[in-house]
Nanobody, 122 residues
Framework: HVQLVESGGGSVQTGGSLRLSCTAS????????LGWFRQAPGKEREGVAH????????SYADSVKGRFTISQGNAKDTVYLQMNSLKPEDTAMYYC????????????????WGRGTQVTVS
């Protein structure tokens, strides 16, 4: 079993920035993907940004391209999401996820989820 712990959410004004962090309870491998998903009230959960641990290849939702950046920590058990130029439509619960046998950063099928961290943009 793997635990994913997110941090860094909060409330910010439009145009502001936040940095989310997610740490896994065990070391990731080159076949894994770590990523961020979000779910706003009344909407389905959607993928935001993913990273393939082995290659560092990333994938982003069109709605966040150019504003959000996903990156790995040096130990590769941590992933960050730098969110700039935040908009009210970015308001959601943000979840970290881990896919053990990832087919690619845009093809995550998570095996584990974090509990989420709330991001509110007003």
């Amino acid at each position: 079993h793997v635990q994913l712990v997110e941090s860094g959410g909060g409330s910010v004004q439009t145009g502001g920035s936040l940095r989310l962090s997610c740490t896994a309870s065990r070391q990731t491998s080159s076949r894994n993907c770590l990523g961020w998903f979000r779910q706003a009230p009344g909407k389905e959960r959607e993928g935001v940004a993913h990273i393939y641990i082995g290659s560092g290849e990333t994938s982003y939702a069109d709605s966040v391209k150019g504003r959000f950046t996903i990156s790995q920590g040096n130990a590769k058990d941590t992933v960050y999401l730098q969110m700039n130029s935040l908009k009210p439509e970015d308001t959601a619960m943000y979840y970290c996820a881990l896919d053990f046998l990832c087919r690619g950063p845009g093809k995550m099928s998570p095996d584990y989820w974090g509990r989420g961290t709330q991001v509110t943009v007003s």
